[in-house]
């Protein structure tokens, strides 16, 4: 623009940029301070150029996600019981300098830097740098604002006020912080159990109704849904073959037999009512692929309980044995095998991070009141991504962009494009909260959380958090059955134009 000026403060620097084309470019150099993470300048700073497609959201996103890991690895060192022993040379747990904490706290009774104590001072740090974020994000939907530099920038300073939570929380009396905390837990760890279902379940959903958009125009999409399905009960197939042979035994494990026979009943009953006419009827769309998704999480679910129960002992033969866990043959001083256990974590914490990104993302893209809008989309074209679509096209009326008169000659001026978030940034750290308690009380054994170790974990299990991942199985079960049987409530008017109206009026027609 002629006559354009640009306003620089002192600690700007400028360099001009080679000519191109007779236009004078200048580039601005951000000064010291705000490079080194203190300022407001994003993090795309610190990624190299040749990394365009790592923009300013998914790199704050990457950044939160690595914090949310390094904190939940810090609890696990915490409460490993090996490393306490090996690295301080304590088997009862770090102690507090008993006259720094008497000079620094007053308190006489010090409280232990390792075991569950510790987990839940640094998961209510944690938690409450979330929780914080998430409330003073509220209503944010431009990336030009001002508040959200509070989500992309500020690094090192928002670390250092995450470590004085941490640190704060450690200065806590333990019977000022188990009894409250341990309950505030408990709530959000189960919401966030919940958040999981209702994320897996549209997943499930928006999978099945975009792919049988596309397997109503071209038998291509057909096969990719055939074939797709096919692969999904495959690996649930084979998922209850394993656990059939490496968590039953003929002399016991009858609970164990019981759990996984239901579970498979709950699998068939799921599939035969997806493509019962009754329901394909109030939902055309309704199909195997997503009964199959269902089936294979509800595996994994069952996986991850029969995993995380203590294991159950008998005598044969006069012998004491132990059964019920793979690797577990005697009642000998073994140590038993953890690799399953351990592979259930990490598919526990995969499915964490996906919540948190996903529910962001569906907040900003449905509102609010995404988990219900998630579910009545209809998609118009199939395409290869199986999730929701990137944006959701605005309502006509009222409230939709005015006509332009007829006897306007010129267009008028283009609207300022507003930079949108790509997910809420609110949803995102609300989300990391509830992660924050879920994974503070799965590592704590949920309800018996004295006493709570990283390796009893792994090894010798818990009833509680066992009943707590069946208890999630039956909610995945009766949350899938409710979208199917949920039209049957309000009775929508099907299509008239579905060829299974169609036939279904064409028989009446014939019945009269």
Known sequence: MVGAKAVTSPNTSLRQAPQR???????????????????????????????????????????????????????????????????WGKAHGIQMPSGLCTHLFGLSHCPVLSGSGAVY????????????????????????????????SFWLLKLLFLLGLCAVAFCIPDEHLFPAWHYIGICGGFTFILLQLVLITAFAHSWNKNWQTGAAQDCRWFFAVLLTTLGFYSMAGAAAVLLFQHYTHPAGCLLNK?????????????????????????????????????????????????????????????????????GLSKMESHTPDTSLAMMSAGIMYACVLFACNEASYLAEVFGPLWIVKVYSYEFQKP????????????????????????????????????????????????????????????????FSYEGAELEKTFTTGSWATFWVKVASCWACVLLYLGLLLAPFCWSPTPDPQHPIFRRHCHRVSIAK
């Open 21 to 87: 084309r007779g236009v004078n470019s200048v580039i601005v150099s951000p000064p010291f301070y705000q490079v080194s993470c203190c300022g407001s300048v994003p993090c795309t700073c610190c990624c190299p150029s040749r990394w365009p497609a790592l923009t300013e959201s998914p790199c704050s996103r990457l950044f939160y996600i690595l914090l949310h890991v390094g904190t939940s690895a810090v609890c696990c060192l915490l409460l490993s019981r090996t490393v306490v022993e090996r690295v």
């Open 121 to 152: 001072r640094v998961c209510a740090g944690t938690a409450t740098f979330h929780l914080l974020q998430a409330v003073l994000l509220i209503d944010l939907h431009s990336r030009t604002s001002l508040r959200a530099q509070l989500h992309n």
């Open 258 to 326: 019981m759990l996984l026979s239901l579970h498979l009943c709950f699998c068939g009953l799921l599939s035969f009512l997806s493509i019962a006419p009754c329901i394909r009827l109030k939902q055309p769309r309704s199909g195997l692929l997503q009964a199959s998704i269902i089936s294979c999480y509800i595996m994994y679910l069952t996986f991850s309980a029969l995993s995380s129960r203590p294991p159950e002992s008998v005598i044969l033969q006069g012998q004491n044995h132990t059964l019920c866990l793979p």
């Open 383 to 446: 395409s290869l991504c199986f999730c929701c679509p990137k944006t959701v096209e605005p309502e006509e009326g009222p409230s939709g962009v005015a006509a332009r008169p007829a006897d306007q000659e010129t267009s008028p001026a283009p609207p300022v494009q507003v930079q949108q978030l790509s997910y809420s940034y609110s949803a995102f750290h609300f989300v990391f909260f509830l992660a924050s308690l879920y994974v503070m009380v799965t590592l704590t054994n949920w």
